[in-house]
């Protein structure tokens, strides 16, 4: 039932979004005439650039999660790392409704060691401060550009995005400090040992197991080179859409590419559309309006073809990329067909062989 209706919400999340970015006839001749303005030649040593620097952005967002795993005793390999991260990422982009986050916790579970349910619990810690991070990006950069001109809606966001992910920095800190209380009290509230007790047990089993994963919080050691290798991963991030957008002639500060990539970040945390087709060029356009104004995303603009390019070329290079070395880390020895087909459960049971958890 909760699949079907996450399924149902990416489906609306793909026709609002295709809606609200599809270009009428103005905008489709706008569109046709920025990408004849862009030749392979003048492209290419953009395109390069923008795939080195997001292949350290590849690097640390993949690199930095075995901090995460190391306070629950597993180590995984740089080639195991890099090859179920590299599977992971693809799925997270691929799957409709956040379906892909499950990916990375069900390939490393190893029956005895370690659950997908602890593993989650790591992604989940990954997410919150993820999204932390991004808060400050974004509250910095709508400040930094933010003017009369402004849309209402831009301080709103910065403050509830800020506010979301601070509440549940809050929550970790309960279930770490106090699992026993938490678990019991989140039973309570949901009513869930009348409802349907059998249900109950097992979640609460699930929940202590999932909160085993926010170890990381009371491990100094562990969490402060994780902090470090996250603050390089978006810097990486924003400055990837900023020399992109200049190499296709969007006159786009640093600052503006850290908002529109905060907006980003913070609009998918929603329910995403299957590839987040249509919703992460809205979002794109949105984010660019904040600096460039309004007509980046008026559709009778000459510039919201410009920027639907630019929001296109973004994301046709992120599908590339993360698509590509997902695909590449299927065919290497650290992920196979039998792990990926074993990990659409969360906790079945291991695949023979699984002995690169340690």
Not at 171 to 197: C, D, S
Not at 264 to 293: F, K, R
Not at 338 to 355: C, I, M, N, T
């Amino acid at each position: 039932m909760k699949l079907a209706i996450n399924l149902g919400l990416s489906l609306v999340m793909l026709a609002l979004s295709l809606w609200l970015v599809w270009p009428n006839e103005t905008a489709k001749d706008a569109l046709a005439a920025a990408f004849e303005r862009l030749t392979v030649g003048d492209l290419a040593p953009t395109i390069v650039v923008y795939f080195a620097i997001v292949a350290l952005v590849h690097f640390c967002r993949a690199y930095r999660w075995n901090y995460l795993l190391a306070p629950i005793g597993v180590r995984l390999g740089f080639g195991r790392l890099m090859a179920v991260s590299s599977v992971g990422f693809m799925a997270i982009l691929v799957l409709p409704a956040r379906l892909g986050e499950f990916v990375r916790p069900a390939l490393i579970r190893r029956k005895g060691h370690v659950s997908a349910s602890a593993a989650l619990g790591t992604v989940a810690v990954e997410r919150i401060i993820d999204g932390l991070v991004v808060s400050v990006i974004v509250f910095g950069t709508f400040i930094a550009l933010h003017g009369a001109t402004s849309p209402g809606w831009m301080m709103p966001t910065a403050y509830v995005s800020s506010g979301v992910f601070a509440v549940c920095l809050v929550g970790l800190f309960f279930a770490l400090t106090w699992p026993e209380w938490t678990v019991r009290t989140f039973l309570a509230v949901t009513l869930l040992r009348r409802l349907a007790p059998g249900f109950a047990r097992k979640l609460e089993e699930k929940l202590h197991q999932l909160i085993r994963g926010f170890a990381v919080l009371k491990d100094v050691r562990n969490l402060v080179p994780f902090l470090l290798w996250t603050i390089v991963y978006w810097f990486a991030n924003g400055l990837s859409c900023w020399m992109l957008a200049r190499g296709m002639g969007l006159d786009m500060s640093l600052t503006g590419a850290f908002a529109m990539m905060g907006l980003v970040a913070v609009g998918i945390t929603l329910p995403n559309s299957p590839g987040m087709i249509g919703q992460y060029q809205w979002l794109t356009a949105l984010g660019v309006s904040l600096e460039l104004g309004a007509g980046a995303i008026t559709k009778d603009s000459p510039m919201f073809g410009d920027v639907l390019a630019y929001a296109i070329v973004l994301h046709g290079l992120q599908v590339i990329w993360y698509v590509g070395a997902g695909l590449a880390a299927v065919a290497t020895p650290h992920v196979s067909f039998s792990e990926l087909w074993a990990a659409r459960k969360l906790d079945p049971e291991p695949v023979a062989g699984d002995a690169s958890v340690s």
